[in-house]
């Protein structure tokens, strides 16, 4: 009886480790992985295979959310502002395109050559890159650092505090991030929330 | 329920913590969700039948929409009259989502539908980030009806 309860508990704990390391993803001061996507490009694109960038405004978007649609001028102009700077804007679709048909790779090319996107537009076919940041919403920013031979997160959260008016934002979340780490100061919010479509994962 | 009691209204922070004190006798079931929203619009469906099959209970359904507030009149309305929904259905017009979304609930990553269930003056809680089918539902319901 004692082996199996301990069977029992066991197996609660494993079952409780891996559904939250799931859920949890990375946190402000973790290491990130690189990846390796194929981009809208045709080409597969890693971190790594950016040599002279000291980071990257990572965002979890799509082509069917209002939201992200929203979003998409103010991360062209995010990308045309910090590439320059060492900080490209590197976009990944996670989507399941059996639940939404708008988000497979096929749509994914219409929409950068429509909107001219001029940053990698990703597909994370398998979803696994989405589930190790943690990334829940579209959009939802990382924004990494090079430090070394690590990717340390700095910034995880919303683009700005307004979605639907970017004539009224006050407070340029993404942007005040990266100029703070570009100055090699801390960055004062490192975390923000924002209301999103969810991420549409595999059933 | 009488038709005219129902709200249609773009509400504020103020009026949302209001809400969230839930000074009633009956269990609150708040619903953040938007028409553009598929899995919302999805569980809804179940949600209405839901509210339904528990008309004379002590629970109270509030449909907190994320609509844009210019799309209240054309898009939210029109949908809500669509749908005979016979519940309070409140536009919150509070764009800057940070300073909010963690006092619904600090787990919420701030995609919908998110449902947040209150037991009167708030005792109780429970908040589910994600799309509820009608079994999920009822059970959670269940367990907090007074």
């Avoid at chain 1, 997160?153 to 570009?182: C, H, R, S």
Wanted: glycine share 4%.
């Amino acid at each position: 009886m004692k082996k199996l309860a301990a069977i029992v508990l066991v197996t609660t704990c494993l079952f409780l480790v891996s559904f939250t390391s799931d859920k949890k993803g990375y946190q402000v001061g973790d290491d990130v992985s690189d990846f390796n996507l194929k981009s809208t490009s045709g080409e597969m694109v890693s971190l790594a295979s950016y040599k002279e960038a000291k980071g990257f405004i990572i965002v979890f978007t799509c082509n069917h959310c209002p939201f992200s649609v929203a979003y998409e001028d103010r991360i062209i102009a995010l990308q045309a502002k910090y590439k320059a700077k060492g900080f490209p804007v590197v976009a990944i679709n996670s989507n399941n395109k059996d639940i939404e048909p708008e988000d497979s790779y096929e749509e994914m090319i219409k929409r950068a050559a429509e909107k001219k996107f001029n940053f990698n537009y990703l597909y994370d076919s398998t979803q696994e890159i989405a589930h190790q940041f943690g990334a829940a919403r579209t959009p939802h920013v990382f924004i990494v650092e090079k430090q070394k031979s690590n990717l340390i997160l700095k910034y995880i959260g919303a683009i700005d505090d307004n979605t639907d008016e970017p004539e009224a934002v006050t407070k340029k979340y993404v942007e005040t991030a990266v100029d703070q780490i570009l100055a090699g100061q801390e960055v004062t919010t490192p975390m923000t929330k924002a209301i999103g479509c969810t991420i549409k994962w595999k059933k | 329920m009488s038709l005219s009691a129902q709200k249609r209204e773009v509400i504020k922070l103020d009026q949302l913590l209001t809400i969230l004190n839930n000074q009633s006798d009956s269990l609150l079931v708040l619903n953040f969700w938007a028409t553009w929203c598929k899995p919302c619009v999805e569980e809804m469906q179940e949600f209405l039948r839901i509210e339904q099959e528990l008309e004379n209970k002590k629970v109270r359904f509030i449909y907190l929409s994320l609509d844009f507030k210019r799309d209240f009149e054309s898009k939210l309305v029109p949908f809500v009259n669509k749908r005979k929904m016979m519940s309070d259905v409140f536009l919150l017009d509070e764009p800057d989502y940070d300073a909010w979304i963690n006092i619904v609930d600090p787990s919420w990553q701030g995609s919908i539908p998110a449902t947040l269930l209150l037991t009167p003056n708030a005792e109780n809680r429970h908040f589910h980030e994600g799309q509820l089918t009608y079994p999920e539902l009822k059970k959670i319901i269940n367990t907090y009806l007074p």
